[in-house]
């Protein structure tokens, strides 16, 4: 892996209802990969719809923290582990994050859009019978409902994950081919002060690109946006600072000269 990346800033574990990990895992194998840090980013997404697998996005922060607390303690001379959340974003959930969040100290919020108007893009049924590119406006126009009604996140997750679900991947898509919905999206959150991520999901999902995809990245650099985050979105030890070498090399090649940490809800800037 490239040293130069030495935070991975988005990762599950058990607490998470799609990871049965064990944080200890976690924490064991990003000290053996030599990172310096690393960020747990917890599912939170209430009012999730039943799904086939009966998975269930609740979170209890109460048990995670203490947790975690604990392990900070006991792998203090070996990493440091900071707490964050990844939050699943619907309109009518802001008051509900406000009041919740403002009782919980977390050094990093992610907010995300796992649902599209109450469907999961993740289940083929979200795509039956409609043109894919809809489908996927549909989900950038959800981004912009969030962002128009909730500011309590530090940096919008994996903007273009739907595009890991359509029935044709990201073949036919591009950010030319959005380019107009995209831009007032990237415009948006550099205006509040919000960074994005470079997920490195995409590639173990095969798509070749992260998630979002490099040329909506350059964009963002280009419109002057400067907080970006790196997160392979782990929720097993193997896929820990998964592809961070390509990473590294995006984001040279989209001209930042920084990458992003968290602590305490405020961005720390490391020299890539
Ligand atoms: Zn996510
Ligand atoms: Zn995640």
Redesign the pocket.
């Known amino acids: 892996m490239n040293r130069q990346l030495l935070w991975d800033c988005?990762m599950?574990s058990s607490f998470s209802s799609d990871s049965s990990t064990p944080m200890e895992n976690m924490i064991q194998r990003s000290i053996e990969l030599g990172l310096k840090g690393i960020t747990f980013?917890e599912?939170l997404d209430p009012d999730y719809p039943a799904t086939p697998d009966g998975l269930d996005f609740s979170l209890d922060i109460p048990a995670y923290r203490e947790k975690l607390q604990k392990l900070q303690d006991t792998y203090r001379d070996q990493i440091q582990v900071r707490f964050g959340i990844?939050l699943g974003l619907q309109m009518h959930l802001s008051d509900y994050f406000y009041s919740l969040l403002a009782e919980t100290p977390f050094d990093f919020i992610i907010g995300s859009s796992h649902l599209v108007h109450g469907y999961d893009p993740y289940y083929p049924e979200f795509f039956e019978g409609r043109k894919e590119f809809y489908c996927y406006m549909e989900y950038f126009e959800s981004i912009l409902e969030n962002i128009s009604v909730y500011d309590g996140f530090d940096v919008y997750?994996h903007i273009d994950y739907v595009v890991r679900y359509g029935p044709e991947k990201n073949r036919q898509y591009s950010y030319g081919r959005y380019k107009d919905i995209l831009d007032e999206i990237l415009k948006r959150l550099i205006f509040m002060g919000k960074g994005i991520e470079l997920n490195t999901g995409g590639y173990h999902y095969g798509l070749g690109e992260p998630n979002p995809c490099v040329a909506v990245i350059r964009r963002y650099r280009e419109l002057g946006g400067e907080i970006i985050t790196i997160g392979a979105?782990a929720h097993t030890p193997d896929k820990v600072a998964y592809a961070f070498d390509r990473a590294a090399c995006v984001l040279e090649d989209c001209g930042f000269l920084y990458y992003t940490v968290f602590k305490n809800r405020h961005p720390e800037f490391i020299s890539l």
């Open positions: 988005h599950h980013t599912h990844e997750g979105d």
